[in-house]
């Protein structure tokens, strides 16, 4: 039992503090929890760019250190990895390298939340969108996770068809830029998350949705869980759901990792 994205208040748009997020875990019989919060905006000049999105940048060592207290603190009660959520900007790949590279994290999410400056959660971003626009919107996505699953820079690749979530309209959009996406994720060997908060949006269901995931364990993708968060209370949503779900399409193994090395878990 584990929950490898989790979030606090530090980014702004969530609530509780990782000690909320440690004591729900334990009350949800989690062996396991990884906290997961968004890293700041690392290229931008400002300490604390989007303050409602990411820390700042001189809180990030603050939340590195408080996450190792909380370690050493509930170490007879759960198991804590300490991770990060890192957006993936293929300009800025090389300043994230090395801001992420000064802590000791025990594995790195990369999620593509941003395309052509724009987030993708803002419901106004696809108003009168066509389908030929979508089309585009969805391929350029697909591109963009394929380039961070070739970055080396994530041991996890987050909510990889978030693209959706604003807009369901994406989920019947059929484009090979899907497929191609999956084959490069398992050519990098690159693992990806079923992430249930997709439910919380206007897409509803699990990122990915089963047919990518169904796709995913055709190429033999590997798979970790994270319910992404942003309240204690949805510390391990659907967890036992998924596992069933993952060993029904062929899935045997999940992923944990410690100090960026991959542990395989059986389901």
């Not at 009350?27 to 990411?54: I, K, M, N, Q, Y």
């Not at 690749?157 to 693209?163: E, F, N, P, R, Y």
């Not at 309240?231 to 967890?239: K, L, Y």
Request: with cysteine; charged share 30%; net charge negative.
């Amino acid at each position: 039992m584990f929950d490898l994205h989790t979030h606090h208040e530090r980014c702004g748009h969530a609530q509780g503090t990782l000690r909320d997020y440690v004591r729900a875990a334990i009350d949800a019989g989690l062996h396991t929890l990884g906290f997961s919060d968004h890293s700041p905006f690392f290229a931008e000049p400002e300490d604390h760019h989007r303050p409602w999105v990411a820390m700042a940048k001189s809180e990030f060592p603050r939340y590195v250190a408080e996450a190792r207290r909380l370690r050493e603190e509930y170490a007879d009660r759960i198991r804590i990895l300490i991770g990060v959520e890192s957006d993936f900007f293929p300009e800025h790949a090389g300043l994230y390298r090395e801001a992420l590279a000064r802590h000791d994290f025990d594995y790195v999410i990369g999620s593509v939340h941003v395309m052509d400056g724009v987030d993708l959660f803002r419901p106004e971003r696809w108003a009168g969108a066509t389908e030929d626009d979508l089309l585009r919107a969805k391929e350029q996505y697909c591109d963009l996770v394929a380039q961070s699953a070739s970055s080396g820079l994530f041991d996890i690749l987050g909510h990889i068809d978030v693209v959706k979530a604003a807009c369901p309209d994406m989920s019947s959009i059929a484009t090979p830029a899907t497929e191609r996406m999956l084959r490069t994720i398992a050519d990098a060997d690159v693992v990806i998350e079923v992430n249930t908060s997709g439910r919380t949006k206007a897409c509803g269901g699990w990122y990915p949705d089963l047919a990518v995931l169904e796709m995913a364990a055709h190429y033999g993708v590997k798979v970790t869980f994270g319910s992404d968060a942003h309240v204690p209370e949805r510390v391990a949503e659907d967890q036992a759901e998924v596992r069933r779900t993952l060993r029904d399409l062929g899935y045997r193994h999940w992923y944990l990792f410690e100090q960026r090395r991959r542990i395989a878990v059986p389901l």
